[in-house]
């Protein structure tokens, strides 16, 4: 079955956040999908997650802010942040949790929770920050 949700995540670098999340998440970016502007700028990029389900990401403006930057700006933000969970964030399922978890730890990444199980749903996670503050949680199904 075709992937029928596509993320779209905007970044205030994102030639850099392509770079990183390749790094320390493992994803790849597809050949061919990336469009600049004049300058340089990443307009579009398409990210494969590892199973062929993809993510798209831009720069789309020079006044966007990523989650982390408006979080030291306002007030709101960071009170909504201040706690583990993902929100307005991305799911990923991937085969070896805990080596997937080490690889983002030694790239920098920002854990927030895990690796653990949480049983009543049948996963092992970890979730985690990327450096503009995107939040995403990388769930592995438990053996039952």
């Known amino acids: ?3 029928t949700v596509v993320p779209m995540l905007a970044y205030e670098d994102a030639a850099a956040a392509i770079d990183w999340l390749s790094g320390a998440f493992g994803f790849s970016e ?4 990336r469009f600049t502007a004049d300058d340089g700028t ?3 990029a398409e ?3 590892g199973d062929g389900s993809l993510l798209y990401l831009s720069t789309p403006s020079p006044h966007y802010r990523g989650p982390r930057r408006h979080r030291e700006t306002c007030a709101d933000a960071a009170r909504w942040l201040d706690n583990p969970w993902v929100i307005d964030g991305l799911m990923v399922q ?4 805990d080596a997937h978890h080490e690889r983002a730890r030694a790239a920098g990444a920002d854990v927030l929770r895990g690796p653990e199980d949480a049983e009543a749903i049948g996963i092992r996670l970890y979730t985690a920050e990327d450096p ?4 995403w ?8």
């Open 1 to 3: 079955m075709a992937q």
């Open 47 to 49: 990210l494969d997650v």
């Open 94 to 97: 991937v085969e070896d949790l």
């Open 42 to 44: 990443v307009t579009h």
């Open 132 to 135: 503009e503050g995107h939040r």
């Open 137 to 144: 949680m990388f769930v592995q199904p438990l053996d039952r």
């Open 30 to 33: 597809r050949e061919g999908a």
